[in-house]
């Protein structure tokens, strides 16, 4: 089944403990991108990745890294979490984001909680 | 720097009737747009998107939205809304990195929520 999968589905933190979201995809999709979704805000990019050692910063970059080694995972850092960081976060993967077939799949959610 | 706005925070609609929800946006170059419905406890479904050509777009579940770059808008519209419709809606621009080497940074709008009821 074509999917995107995110672990943990929840999480409460303390402050500055380092914490990592994983988020994999088995389509083979060049394209995965991160993002927090707060009430009122709708989601904000945080970090996208056209492919393959190519990362680039959203809209909201600060506090978090992330990386893609290889195609299949892109997964978000919280290098020292802050209560702020509190919030609901979505990955997602696309075959290409401006090309057929251009759909983003979107991971069930991680919600965070950091105390 | 680009930014959606979604002036309706929420809109209540009665099945049947019809929809318009309203995006602006602003950007300086030729936008990419797209719009995005989320059920509640579930990811975002792509509706709708609109790169070049023609501007009145079609997309799935009879949605369809206009561009209309003198106004710098993109409206969503339905004729007849299904109480099915109810979720919440998002308006997003993909613009160019600083490099202007890719257009994977996607901006979205605030929301809407609509209630549909019967």
């Known amino acids: 089944e074509a999917q995107v999968t995110q672990n943990p589905r929840y999480l409460i933190t303390v402050t500055g403990k380092k914490l990592t979201v994983t988020c994999s995809q088995n389509m083979n999709h060049e394209y995965m991108s991160w993002y927090r979704q707060d009430p009122g805000l709708g989601l904000r990019q945080i970090y996208y990745s056209m492919n393959v050692e190519v990362t680039d910063k959203g809209d909201v970059p600060e506090g978090y890294k992330v990386s893609r080694k290889e195609k299949r995972n892109f997964p978000l850092i919280l290098e020292s979490p802050s209560p702020n960081q509190t919030s609901l976060y979505f990955c997602?993967?696309?075959?290409?984001?401006?090309?057929?077939?251009?759909?983003?799949?979107f991971g069930p959610g991680t919600r965070l909680t950091v105390t | 720097a680009q930014s959606v706005t979604q002036p309706d925070i929420h809109i209540t609609v009665s099945e049947g009737a019809s929809l318009e929800l309203r995006c602006n946006y602003s950007?300086?170059?030729?936008?990419?747009l797209f719009w995005y419905v989320q059920s509640p406890g579930q990811g975002l479904q792509l509706l709708l998107k609109y790169f070049s050509g023609d501007t009145l777009v079609q997309g799935i579940k009879g949605f369809e939205a206009e561009f209309k770059r003198s106004q710098s808008s993109f409206n969503l519209r339905k004729p007849s809304v299904h109480w099915s419709d109810a979720a919440e809606y998002f308006c997003a621009v993909a613009t160019a990195n600083a490099g202007g080497t890719s257009y994977g940074k996607l901006t979205f709008g605030q929301g809407t929520i609509l209630t549909v009821h019967p």
């Open positions: 997602a993967s696309s075959l290409s984001i401006l090309a057929a077939p251009y759909e983003q799949y």
């Open positions: 950007y300086g170059a030729t936008p990419y």
